[in-house]
Structure formats: structure tokens, C-alpha cells
């Protein structure tokens, strides 16, 4: 079979519309057509039965002509040099699409943490830090979490940077624990941001949540915090996937309640969630993860990894909206299919970027020394959503495009301007 995750290639030939149209420079798009650096490193680590193992990792700083370059960091067994390039691509857009002063990174360790114990995975994240520390820092690269990454593990990086340096700098790390300088609401700020796009769209459509039927793809920090309030809010969640299972209730489900269950059994379908029901009225059906991205619902919720949704299954998917919380969750040829059968899709890039801008509010607060309440957080957190969803929206509707082209024009935009006011010299910032 033919790999259907997108490439490169892929994602650059679908920009060249949006550069079209934004009269974007031959030098603008070199500049965006590759990454600006990567690190591939092989971290050692001693296992506890005293055998040494190595695992591949890289840092890939897309671009920084807008700030310090921003991301997250991956552990899992897909972790790869074109992977980690496009998601630190899509980085680069995100934080132009939100305004925020910063470029684009990501990084990622190609582990199964799963298979680690926990002094295993604290010596593996130091590592992992003790390998790009020399390019990372407040005012040049900034990691954060991200898939199978954790404020524990931020915690640990932080530390490994702090005494590497020999001086605190918390401001090197978001999504720290809150004893190590983390903000308030960084935990729930993807799936928040992302229920703050999605009610937008909702109130310009004249769509109430009580109205409608959502499963979700992913059970993890943001599928959760999105199910959770979504289900508050009165939309109607009737299906959940992790990577073994869904499970699926037309009466809905309780995400709090199959959240408290998955922390005893770990994984979703496990006996325990038919002998006590997580709705009210029906037995839970437990389904393939697979055969969830095909109910007929309303709202389709992408909150797993990217390729969820390719030309394999794409003219199976049902739902005519689809919410994309995780990165690249549609791969570019998929989304022709979808486009063509009238669906709807609310793009990565806007959507899942609470989790980027709490994390700057994160960096402001240790940059400044001073603390705010998670109302004060959750906050700013919606106004800056709301705004720039708003926006996307507008000019989707100006330019008669879809929500994503929108996205990336607003994205790509600020980027030349930033590039353009730069100068014309072939400059190297870091
Ligand atoms: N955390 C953040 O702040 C941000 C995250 N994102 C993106 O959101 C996505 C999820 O991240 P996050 O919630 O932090 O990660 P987590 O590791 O917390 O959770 C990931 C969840 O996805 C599940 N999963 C993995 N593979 C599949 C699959 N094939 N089908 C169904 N479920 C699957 C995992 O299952 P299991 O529980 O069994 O492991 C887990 O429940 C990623 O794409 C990430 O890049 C984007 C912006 C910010
Ligand atoms: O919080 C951050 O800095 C980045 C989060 C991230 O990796 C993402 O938005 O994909």
C-alpha cells in the first residue's frame, strides 16, 4: 500500500495558492519551503536492568523570524526527521495565525513511553535536554508538551536546563507544574481554545450544542478537557476513542466519567465500561477506533495524531463537520475528498492553538516575575481565540475560500510583512 500521509511536497504544492493570492515573493517562499535547523541526536539511556539503549530525537527550528521559535515536544513511536519538520512547520503558522511573538519548533524522542518506568523516562527527557540545550532558551527556542508529554516531564526538562546552565530560567519550558513557575489553565488551554472556535462557529451558523451529536478521537490532555466541557456546554458527546478502542452511547456519555475510569483500566472498551454504563439509559457499545471516525454525527473531533483522516477513509466520514485538535489530522489529498462531498472543516492550525498561547502567557508570566489567577489566564486565553477565529472566519467569507486557506492567509501574511521589515540581507538570526 501506498503511505497516504502527506509529504512535504504535498503541503508545499497545496501553498502555492495561498501565495498566489497573497502575492507572496520568490525569496518569502524559500524561506518557508525548509526548515531553518535540525538536530538529530541518539539519546542514551541506561535501562533499569542495567542495559544501555539508544533512541533517535530531533529539534527542528522551522522559522524565527517572528520571535523565538515555539513548540512542543512528542514521545512515540512515529516520532520522525519529516514528521517533526512538518509539525514544526505548521507551529510556524499557528503562532502568525494567533499574533504571538514567536516562530515555529517542534521536537520529539522516538520512544514508546509507555514501555519506560518512570526513573526510565526522567533520565530519557534529561537526556533529551542535555542534547539540545545549546539551542534552546528564552529568547531562542522554547519546548513545551505535547502527544505523551506531560507537565511532570516539563518539570524535569526545566530542572535538566536549570542546571545545565547554573541559573534558573523557567522561561525556557511552558507547561511546567505550577511549583516550577507553570501558568495556570496551560493543561486545559488546547481543549478549551478549541470549544471556544467551535462555539463561534456554532453562534455564526445558528447552530445550538443541544442540537448536535460529537464523537471525538482521542482521550488524552485535549480530547479530555474538550469532551469534558463540551459535554457542560450541552453538546451531545456519543462517542470516544483512545489508541485501543471507542466507545459509543446515541443516549450520549459523561466524559468525566469514562476519564475516572481510563486512569484505573487505562485503556477504553475494557470490561468495566459495560458493567457500569457511562450514559444513563443505554449500554456502551465498544467499537474500533476506526469505526468511530465513521459515525454519522454532527461534529467530528480530531484530538489524536496527524493521518487520521486519508484517502483510504476519507469518503467514509459522515460527519459534515469536522474540528481538527490534533496536528495534521487530514492530510492534504483527503481534504479534496472532503471538500467535495460539502464538509466542513475548522483547520488545526486555529483551532488547537489555546495550548501555544497559554504557553505565552506562560513565558510573559516568568519573564516578568508576576502570577495570574486562571480566571485572569482562561480569559485572555478566549478573547485572543475569539478574535482570531473571528477573523479567519471574515475573511473565508471576503475571499470565498475555505477556513483553512483563511487561516494560513492570515498566518502567512504577518510572516512576509515580518520577513519583509527584516531586510533584504540573507540573514541567519540564531
Ligand atoms: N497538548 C497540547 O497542548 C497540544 C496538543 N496538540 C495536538 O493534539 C493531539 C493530542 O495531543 P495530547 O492530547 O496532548 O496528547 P495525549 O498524549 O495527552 O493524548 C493523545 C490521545 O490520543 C489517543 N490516540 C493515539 N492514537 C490514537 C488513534 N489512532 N485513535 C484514537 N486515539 C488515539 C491516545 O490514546 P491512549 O490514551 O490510549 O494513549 C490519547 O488518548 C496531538 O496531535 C497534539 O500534537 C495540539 C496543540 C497543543
Ligand atoms: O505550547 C506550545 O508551545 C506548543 C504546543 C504544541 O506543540 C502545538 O501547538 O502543537
Redesign the pocket.
Known amino acids: 500500500m501506498i503511505d497516504p500521509s502527506q509529504t512535504h511536497q504535498e503541503i508545499q504544492l497545496w501553498l502555492q495558492g495561498i501565495y498566489e493570492t497573497l502575492s507572496i515573493s520568490p525569496d518569502t517562499q524559500r524561506r518557508l519551503s525548509q526548515p531553518k535547523l535540525t538536530i538529530h541526536t541518539h539519546i542514551p539511556l541506561r535501562r533499569d536492568d542495567g542495559s544501555l539503549q539508544f533512541f533517535s530525537a530531533w529539534r527542528v527550528q522551522y522559522d524565527d523570524t517572528r520571535g523565538p521559535t ?3 515536544i512528542r514521545f512515540h513511536p512515529s516520532v520522525c526527521s519529516s514528521g517533526v519538520s512538518n ?1 514544526s512547520f ?2 510556524t503558522i ?1 503562532c502568525a495565525v494567533m499574533n504571538l511573538p514567536f516562530g515555529g519548533a ?1 521536537g520529539g524522542i522516538c520512544v514508546d513511553p509507555k514501555t519506560l518506568s518512570r526513573l526510565e523516562l526522567e533520565r530519557l527527557s534529561r537526556g533529551y535536554i542535555r542534547s539540545i540545550c545549546d539551542i534552546i532558551g528564552p529568547e531562542r527556542d ?5 502527544l505523551n508529554t506531560n507537565p511532570l516531564i516539563m518539570g524535569w526538562m526545566a530542572d535538566e536546563y536549570a542546571q545545565i546552565q547554573r541559573r534558573q530560567a523557567p522561561a525556557v519550558i ?2 511546567k507544574p505550577l511549583g516550577l513557575g507553570g501558568s495556570h489553565g ?1 493543561t486545559s488551554a ?1 481543549g478549551y481554545g478549541a470549544l471556544q472556535v467551535l462555539n463561534q462557529w456554532c453562534q455564526r451558523h445558528a447552530k445550538k450544542p443541544q442540537q448536535t451529536t460529537v464523537a471525538v478521537q482521542g482521550f488524552g490532555n485535549a480530547g479530555y478537557y474538550f469532551a469534558r466541557r463540551a459535554h457542560e456546554m450541552g453538546y451531545g458527546v456519543v462517542a470516544i476513542s483512545d489508541s485501543h478502542n471507542a466507545i459509543y452511547s446515541a443516549s450520549g456519555i459523561d466524559p468525566q466519567t469514562v476519564w475516572d475510569q481510563k486512569q484505573q483500566k487505562r485503556k477504553l472498551g475494557e470490561s468495566i465500561y459495560c458493567t457500569t454504563p457511562v450514559c444513563e439509559t443505554e449500554a456502551v457499545e465498544v467499537l474500533s477506533k476506526e469505526q468511530l471516525l465513521e459515525l454519522p454525527v454532527d461534529i467530528m473531533v480530531l484530538a489524536a495524531m496527524e493521518n487520521a483522516i486519508t484517502t483510504d477513509n476519507a469518503c467514509r466520514v459522515k460527519a459534515p463537520l469536522i474540528l481538527e485538535i490534533a ?1 495534521g489530522p487530514v492530510t492534504t489529498k483527503a481534504e479534496e475528498i472532503l471538500l467535495e462531498h460539502g464538509t466542513t472543516i475548522l483547520p488545526d492550525v486555529l483551532v ?2 489555546g ?2 498561547t ?2 505565552h502567557l506562560e513565558w510573559v508570566q516568568n519573564r516578568i516575575g508576576e502570577y495570574w489567577d486562571e480566571i485572569a489566564v482562561e480569559k485572555r486565553l478566549l478573547q485572543r481565540m475569539e478574535r482570531e477565529a473571528r477573523n479567519c472566519f471574515e475573511l473565508a467569507e471576503a475571499q470565498k475560500c475555505t477556513l483553512r486557506q483563511a487561516a494560513y492567509m492570515q498566518g502567512i501574511k504577518r510572516i512576509a510583512q515580518a520577513m519583509d521589515q527584516r531586510g533584504t540581507q540573507d540573514y541567519f538570526a540564531m
Not at 522554547?142 to 505535547?146: E, F, G
Open positions: 515555539k513548540g512542543g509539525l505548521w507551529m499557528k517542534k522554547i519546548p513545551a508538551p505535547d511552558t507547561g496551560r488546547t496536528n488547537n492553538a495550548g501555544v497559554v504557553s
